[in-house]
């Protein structure tokens, strides 16, 4: 058996001395040297059996290293990192995540650390998608989760994460009805707090469950509890709000009032072409044809909302006018520009963030007098007003993004309904008339 077991100096406990070898440190010249030894002590054991039970651990430990330096060097770190009050894993759990050619040193990893390294491999993604995962690891899973041992979460944290979150939408539920200021959270830069709804809470587990399933597919983890984990159910805010849109005549009005604001070209096809809030923000210059007048969403996530949409002669002119505007911006922020190619952007080339859209536009229309609406709404008014324009449903339908144009009729059924009333009054007339 390597090392041995000693009495400590009270004489009252026992302790074990172990040689780990090899590892790796930097010397006082800054270079990182490899060494062929070096020493664990480990003491606290009130019997000398309990001592010489945890140094056969340790050489079972060791051996499971053979002649691989770089896993011996590992399981040495394990072994070493013990003396800072940290288990020991057992050596079934080290064994099979050898056998599995995982890293031995897995559980160094927190869940807010692997969330980190997981954020850098996503910038790839749409910078909707992308914003939206950086929101809710800020948020919610590392202020609740950072701090738990990757392969140690399950339901339980999980279930504490949840509860908080419906306890705090508790809190502002009742500041709001009573009248009070509701509560800040210092991690949420919005300026309206709002309750974390069921939709939202989806979300959450979502981005957990893909987080995971990137460390289990690089078998840090054996097991994914967000895969499996039901969500409480969440109270409801409110009674659902009903659906609301703008007429031509409040369109016009709203764009006259915004045209020397820094977004209206992002209100304009909102509103006249009905693309979707992360659609826009995931814009960019190289979708954009306005010498032909076209952009092509190519963010949707299925294929029929990737589509073609066409522009008007009003449109193209303003995106020009905002490209301008924008190659301005990029001159004033030299060297500080983030070169996204993003049609809608911040000052400094950085993706919106999707709130800043919602509750700006909302602003915007409450400063104009006009009904507030979500922002959401504006494609339920571009095409309410295709429709009442006499355009063919199948046409609003391809503009929309919709699978099929049972799905546009059944959403914009008031309307379907009207023309077809007028339809009717109109072969009537015709009839009567001759």
């Not at 909707?128 to 990757?150: E, N, Q």
């Not at 826009?280 to 073609?308: C, I, N, P, Q, Y």
């Not at 979500?374 to 324009?389: G, K, N, Q, V």
């Amino acid at each position: 058996m390597r090392g041995s077991v000693f009495k400590t100096r009270t004489g009252y406990r026992f302790a074990i001395r172990v040689d780990v070898t090899p590892y790796e440190y930097v010397d006082r010249n800054g270079q990182r040297v490899t060494a062929d030894q070096r020493q664990l002590k480990r003491a606290g054991f009130e019997r000398s059996k309990d001592a010489k039970a945890a140094l056969d651990h340790v050489n079972q430990l060791i051996a499971l290293g053979a002649d691989d330096d770089r896993l011996r060097r590992k399981i040495g770190d394990m072994v070493c990192a013990a003396r800072y009050g940290r288990p020991l894993p057992s050596v079934d759990e080290v064994r099979r995540r050898l056998g599995a050619h995982r890293d031995p040193d897995a559980r160094t990893y927190s869940v807010g650390e692997w969330l980190d390294v997981w954020l850098a491999q996503c910038e790839h993604l749409q910078p909707s998608t992308y914003g939206d995962h950086t929101t809710i690891v800020r948020l919610y899973l590392k202020p609740h989760l950072g701090d738990v041992m990757l392969d140690r979460l399950d339901d339980r944290h999980l279930g504490e994460l949840f509860a908080w979150i419906n306890a705090r939408n508790d809190v502002v539920r009742q500041a709001r009805d009573n009248g009070d200021p509701v509560p800040s959270n210092p991690l949420d830069d919005r300026k309206t707090i709002r309750q974390v709804g069921a939709a939202m809470q989806r979300k959450i587990l979502k981005t957990l469950c893909v987080a995971l399933n990137a460390a289990k597919k690089r078998r840090l983890i054996d097991y994914n509890p967000a895969t499996e984990y039901k969500l409480p159910r969440v109270r409801s805010a409110r009674a659902p709000r009903p659906r609301v849109w703008w007429s031509s005549d409040q369109v016009r009005r709203f764009l006259d009032a915004t045209r020397d604001d820094r977004l209206h070209a992002l209100w304009r096809v909102a509103l006249l072409r009905g693309l979707r809030r992360g659609e826009l923000l995931a814009l960019r210059w190289s979708d954009v044809d306005l010498d032909h007048g076209m952009l092509f969403v190519r963010s949707g996530k299925t294929e029929s909302s990737k589509r073609t949409v066409s522009l008007d002669a009003g449109t193209v002119a303003v995106l020009r006018e905002h490209g301008l505007r924008q190659k301005k911006e990029r001159l004033a922020t030299v060297g500080a520009y983030q070169e996204n190619n993003l049609v809608f952007a911040q000052e400094d080339g950085s993706p919106i963030p999707e709130h800043r859209i919602t509750f700006g536009f909302q602003k915007l229309a409450r400063r104009h007098g006009l009904p507030r609406m979500r922002f959401h709404d504006a494609r339920h008014t571009a095409a309410s007003i295709a429709l009442e324009s006499g355009i063919d449903i199948k046409i609003v339908s391809d503009q929309l993004g919709h699978s099929t144009t049972r799905l546009t009729h059944d959403l914009y059924s008031h309307v379907v309904r009207r023309l077809h009333d007028e339809a009717a009054e109109t072969v009537a007339a015709l009839v009567d008339g001759a």
